[in-house]
């Protein structure tokens, strides 16, 4: 394949890509079957999702992109920031998750599938929301730092053991976690991760870059092990767990309505501006307030790849680092897992897609 340069019109031409009106899925080969017709995920190729997109008048069920391009399989050897990957916002927040405490739930859902399916579709990035519950450490998808019998999901460690499962399994992918954090049982958080295992790939926060410089590369850090970069919502937890201040590290724009409207990309009020240079990592919030299932398909055609587009050019011509969106799988053709690939085509070999980058060791300069 190509392996095309980054020339004096990346910029350009990244903001192009996006802005411009092109078809929102890869270019398929003879056998893939994307956009085809279907009954199941058997009738699609490898790869694929079988589903619709009412919101866009597409009630018939046809092949979409189900699974994301790894990057680093493509292009390795680059500062972790260099990459983009794909997050789930309240992962842990699935439709149809068993019901543990016996009351019904009352609140919002996110996502459509385990944990466990999310990293095998190559979601790289889980936003959880943690709570002390029931003297123990859960995920709740609830309100005013309080998790109730109706707001609650299950036991923190529950998905963790799941993340632990897929690290093992597979010794060469990183993953982030974002916590939303209301934990205030001395050393929970710690707690929590040392008993689901994961505690040997944690990333030490005294090695974090604090002041914007790059990220060590991909492959020092599955060399390192340390391939889990946790970050959370309370800045105690720095000093207190070694657990990173996710604003001392991260820029993130708004979230919820805010964060969808056309045109505009700020800054949430926790993080610093986006064009700031002071830290390394940009985190893209794309999903409104209250989360639609039969939205999201839509959600996540051109208004996604246009605010990619948007933000890039509110960060000062910087690439997001993480994409997080609710019910990732929903899409017109290429969705999420298509807007990524730009990205990621863009900041590693400066090409339309990932795809197109050459299969070679890269150094960065």
Request: charged residues 15%.
């Amino acid at each position: 394949m190509k392996l095309c340069n980054r020339g004096a019109d990346g910029h350009r031409i990244f903001i192009l890509l996006f802005l411009i009106s092109i078809p929102l899925f890869f270019i398929p080969t003879a056998n893939t079957q994307l956009l085809d017709s279907c009954s199941t995920a058997a009738d699609c190729g490898s790869g694929l999702y079988c589903g619709n997109c009412p919101s866009l008048g597409k009630t018939q069920p046809f092949c979409t992109r189900g699974q994301a391009t790894i990057p680093t399989s493509i292009v390795s050897g680059l500062p972790f920031n260099k990459y983009t990957w794909l997050m789930t916002h309240n992962a842990f927040s699935i439709v149809d998750a068993p019901l543990l405490t016996g009351s019904q739930r009352i609140t919002f859902y996110n996502q459509e599938d385990s944990v466990t399916n999310q990293l095998t579709n190559g979601v790289r990035g889980l936003m959880l929301d943690m709570y002390d519950f029931q003297n123990d450490i859960w995920l709740c998808h609830s309100f005013r730092g309080q998790c109730y019998n109706f707001t609650s999901f299950e036991p923190a460690i529950n998905t963790l053991k799941e993340v632990e499962a897929f690290m093992t399994k597979n010794p060469s992918e990183i993953v982030t976690i974002i916590i939303e954090d209301y934990v205030h049982s001395p050393k929970g958080l710690t707690r929590v991760f040392s008993d689901a295992g994961l505690d040997k790939y944690w990333y030490p926060v005294e090695k974090m870059p604090k002041k914007g410089q790059n990220w060590p590369t991909v492959n020092d850090m599955v060399q390192n092990n340390h391939r889990l970069l946790v970050f959370t919502s309370d800045s105690s937890k720095e000093s207190g767990e070694g657990i990173a201040y996710q604003w001392r590290y991260m820029v993130e724009n708004e979230s919820g309505d805010p964060g969808v409207v056309p045109g505009s990309c700020s800054n949430r009020k926790e993080s610093k501006p986006l064009n700031s240079r002071s830290s390394s990592l940009f985190l893209m919030n794309y999903f409104p307030t209250i989360p639609v299932q039969n939205e999201a398909c839509k959600e996540h055609s051109s208004p996604l790849a246009d605010m990619a587009g948007t933000c890039y050019k509110s960060a000062g011509n910087v690439i997001p680092n993480f994409v997080a969106v609710n019910f990732y799988m929903r899409s017109d053709g290429g969705g999420v897992f298509d807007v990524v690939d730009r990205m990621n085509g863009q900041s590693l070999c400066g090409c339309s897609t990932v795809t197109s980058c050459q299969v070679s060791p890269m150094s960065f300069s």
